[in-house]
């Protein structure tokens, strides 16, 4: 079974500093991986996913990831992080094949921004 | 884009007392619609997923007699909670996927009391 590790539960940065959040997956088999973030008393909205080609994927609000296979990460990062950016945002991870499979989330990172 | 409606979007209800929860694709049809519930301060727990017109999957530990789910067809899954009680108390999340992906719906924020 495919799992999703976030080591950082919170992250606190200052407002138009870079912030990165990471998320390491381990699965035998190829995966889909996705960030969602989620505003408080809110559902999931998805930022980003990364299915097949380019390592490089870019999402919605300036938040780009990168899917590094040989290290079995998928972190999140923006250059430049706003006071709305507050949020908490999950990595999340499905099997790869055989049409749509349940989604695996990792335990969130609370990003704070501080003006 | 692909929009899920779910509702309601929170509800109070007394112990004993049962509650269903409602799960609309609005512009696609999804074949499959996931539920997950999410403890305050924790991740999203899938408790089952529904393909419509056949029976529930559940995950190992959810109760399926006390968390009835229905796939009445392509665009509504409905999550019943029944006989709740206050350990309840969460936040219910359902998910459908279509040809965009999977789409979340806003949630439910369920209070037993």
């Known amino acids: 079974a495919q799992s999703v590790t976030q080591l950082d539960s919170q992250v606190p940065v200052f407002e138009e500093a870079p912030v990165e959040l990471r998320c390491n997956y381990s699965?035998?088999?190829?995966?889909?991986l996705f960030w969602y973030v989620q505003y408080p008393n809110q559902g999931l909205q998805l930022l980003l996913k990364?299915?097949?080609?380019?390592?490089l994927v870019k999402g919605i609000n300036g938040f780009e990831a990168e899917f590094n296979k040989s290290q079995t990460s998928f972190h999140l990062r923006k250059p430049s992080v706003h006071i709305s950016d507050t949020a908490e945002y999950f990595c999340?991870?499905?099997?790869?094949?055989?049409?749509?499979?349940?989604?695996?989330f990792g335990t969130g990172t609370k990003l704070q921004v501080i003006p | 884009g692909a929009v899920v409606s779910q509702h309601p979007s929170w509800v109070i209800c007394k112990s004993g007392t049962s509650v269903k929860i409602e799960c609309r694709s609005l512009?696609?049809?999804?074949?499959?619609m996931f539920w997950y519930r999410q403890f305050p301060k924790q991740s999203l727990m899938l408790m089952a997923t529904?393909?419509?017109?056949?029976?529930?999957?559940?995950e190992q530990g959810v109760e399926k007699d006390k968390f009835l789910i229905n796939h009445a067809s392509l665009t509504l899954s409905t999550l019943t909670v029944t006989s709740a009680h206050p350990e309840d108390s969460s936040f219910y999340i359902c998910?459908?996927?279509?040809?965009?992906?999977?789409?979340f719906g806003s949630g439910t924020r369920l209070t037993v009391v």
């Open positions: 998910s459908a996927t279509g040809a965009s992906g999977y789409t």
């Open positions: 990364y299915l097949s080609g380019s390592t």
């Open positions: 999340a991870v499905s099997l790869g094949s055989g049409g749509y499979q349940k989604v695996t």
């Open positions: 699965s035998s088999v190829s995966v889909y």
């Open positions: 512009d696609f049809q999804a074949t499959t």
């Open positions: 529904s393909n419509e017109g056949s029976k529930a999957t559940y």
